[in-house]
Each structure stands twice: as C-alpha cells, then as structure tokens.
C-alpha cells in the first residue's frame, strides 16, 4: 500500500512563507516524477510545480521565482518552499507522485491535501 503525507499548511498573511512537505510510503519500487497541485473554490485543479527524479524543475507562471521545489530521493519526500504569498494563493495544495509500487504498473498517487490559506 502507497501512501503520500503533507504536512506545512496554514494561515500565513500575505508576504509570508510556507512550507509544504510530503512524503511517499509504503511498497515502492520507483518513483518518477513528484510535485504539488492545488485547487481553489470554484476552480480547477492546476499544478504548481513539479521536479523529476532527475532534479528537473517545473513551475507555473503565477508562481515563478516566488517558489521553490526540491526533493530527497532517498527519503521519496518532496519541499516546496512558497515565498511573498499573495491571497490568491489560497487553496488546497495536493501533493502528487508518479511511482512504481512493488509488482505493480506506474500509477498517480495523490496527498490527503493541505489547505494553504493567505490573508490580505
């Protein structure tokens, strides 16, 4: 069984920093790809950054040079550190890897999601 925890959610007021952790258990053979969604009320899910295992990074627009993924493949963990939040940053942000569970095909796993609140 696969699991992913986060944790490093909360009310920060606009200007602030977070950071979100997650953390992928269980029967693991690889993982691949790992990152951060979030979703907003009303909205669709987006993604907001993604590092391969590799190291290669990806980021959307709106959080460009305000925010920092990285990962310990040894510890299947991914960071991501969330500088100058603005208040359209509030969402639930859903942590995602792409892995390869023991005797099993590559599948998406996703977080529980941690809500991300940011005052003005």
């Known amino acids: 069984q696969v699991q992913l925890v986060e944790s490093g959610g909360g009310l920060v007021q606009a200007g602030g920093s977070l950071r979100l952790s997650c953390a992928a258990s269980?029967?693991?053979?690889?993982?691949?790809?790992m990152g951060w969604y979030r979703q907003a009320p009303g909205k669709s899910r987006e993604l907001v950054a993604a590092?391969?295992?590799?190291?290669?990074?990806n980021y959307a627009d709106s959080v460009k040079g305000r925010c920092t993924i990285s990962r310990d493949n040894a510890k299947n963990t991914v960071l991501m550190q969330m500088n100058s939040l603005k208040p359209e940053d509030t969402a639930v942000y859903y942590c995602?890897?792409?892995?390869?569970?023991?005797?099993?095909?590559?599948?998406?796993?996703w977080g529980q999601g941690t809500q991300v609140t940011v005052s003005s």
């Open positions: 995602y890897a792409a892995l390869v569970p023991f005797l099993k095909s590559r599948l998406d796993y």
């Open positions: 269980g029967s693991i053979f690889r993982v691949d790809d």
């Open positions: 590092v391969t295992s590799g190291g290669v990074t």
